[in-house]
Every structure is written in C-alpha cells, then in structure tokens.
C-alpha cells in the first residue's frame, strides 16, 4: 500500500508555463482533496472532490483547474503560472465513512 | 471563516506541558486535529464531534465545547517527538470542505 503519491517532488516553473501536478491514491479512498500551503502558513483547500466525475471549489481555486475521472487519480493543473502560486502542494484522500484524510509528501513548487 | 488558534507559538522542555486552543465565530459540528513535522505531510491526531467528548492520542488530549465554538488540545508531559506545527481544522457547513487553522508552531527541547 502506497497511500497517497505525488509526482514531481519539486518544480521550477517560469512564470506563464503551465503544468500538472499529479495524484495517485491506492486505498480506493473516495474523497480528495488539493491544498496549498504557503511558507509559514497554513493549508488552504483549493479544489476537492466526492468521487469520480465530481469536483467542487475550495477556498482558493482561481488559477487552477482539476479533474477526476477514476477513483485513483486526481491531477492539479496550473494555467499560466504566476510567482503567487509558489507553495507547497498537497494532496490528500479520505474514505466517506471516515473523517481521517491521508496527505502524500507534497510537491514544492517555485514560479520565477 | 478560518478558525483561529493561539498561541501562535509554543516553546517548552520536555516534561512539561501545553494547551492549544482553536476558536471560531461560526457553529462547529466537529473539530479535527492534525500536526506536521517540518518537512513533512500533516498527520491526523483525533476529530471531536458534537457532544463535547474528549479523545487521545498517545498523552494528547482535546476537549471540544459547541456552545463556546472551540476546542483545545492538551499535550501531557511533552516529548520531543511533539515537536511541530499543530492545525485544527472545521468543517465548512453542509460541504466536505475541511477549512484548516492558523496554525500552532510547538517546539520541545531537551
């Protein structure tokens, strides 16, 4: 059992590159979620969602799209990237019956 | 709304011990712990939910009480394997969204 993986650890992107983070959960978890955590701070959601085929905004989703189209999986895309998203990703996954999420290791992310 | 813990910031010695507290200005219908070592993913601890039962984790404790909208968690005779950074997180209402604290910085020394 894996758990949670993300892929790449680290990323330098230049600003207007676009990329995709990825996510890959073994543990048949329905509910993901993508989080930002900027240095220093706290963890803000940004996008989530309740099973393949459905994703919902978190608090802070401008600049980012998503999709969920297996149970496994679910990739953060970056649009046009700007020096603001530099942070910290983390995805994370739960069962429905629990409240428990289970985090990957992140991927760090810097936009120059 | 964000929920908003204090301290920010806690230094101690090993053996003593802490209280983190998590308040917020809306209903809370659970509350859920986690600590991240630095480097690291956040760990779940514990969730308390409506009811204002406490649970544990190893000598980690926490209350929640609904009618203030807060919670606290109490660490017993620290080690330094506490050291971290400790959220609570609340659910926003009738959604999945788990809305995460400011965040308690805990750092325990020999």
């Known amino acids: 059992n894996a758990g949670v993986t993300q892929t790449p650890k680290f990323r330098i992107l230049k600003i207007g590159q676009s990329m995709t983070l990825q996510c890959t959960q073994d543990?048949?978890?329905?509910?993901m979620y993508w989080y930002r955590q900027d240095p220093g701070m706290g963890l803000k959601l940004i996008y989530y969602s309740v099973g393949a085929g459905i994703t919902d905004k978190g608090e802070v989703p401008n600049g980012y799209n998503v999709s969920r189209s297996t149970t496994e999986d679910f990739p953060l895309r970056l649009e046009l990237a700007a020096p603001s998203q530099t942070s910290v990703y983390f995805c994370?996954?739960?069962?429905?019956?629990?409240?428990?999420?289970?985090f990957g290791p992140g991927t760090r992310l810097t936009v120059t | 709304q964000q929920p908003v813990q204090s301290p920010q910031a806690v230094i101690l010695r090993e053996g003593e011990d802490a209280v983190i507290n998590c308040s917020s200005s809306?209903?809370?219908?659970?509350v859920h712990w986690y600590r991240q070592k630095h480097g690291e993913a956040p760990v779940f601890l514990m969730i308390l939910l409506k009811g204002g039962e406490q649970k544990g984790h190893e000598k980690i404790s926490a209350s929640f009480n609904e009618k203030k909208q807060q919670s606290s968690l109490y660490l017993t005779a620290s080690q330094l394997s506490y050291s971290g950074t400790y959220f609570c997180g609340t659910p926003s209402y009738n959604t999945d969204k788990l809305i995460f604290g400011t965040g308690t910085r805990l750092q325990v020394f020999p």
């Open positions: 543990m048949n978890h329905n509910y």
């Open positions: 994370a996954s739960r069962q429905g019956a629990s409240y428990e999420q289970y």
């Open positions: 809306k209903a809370l219908y659970s």
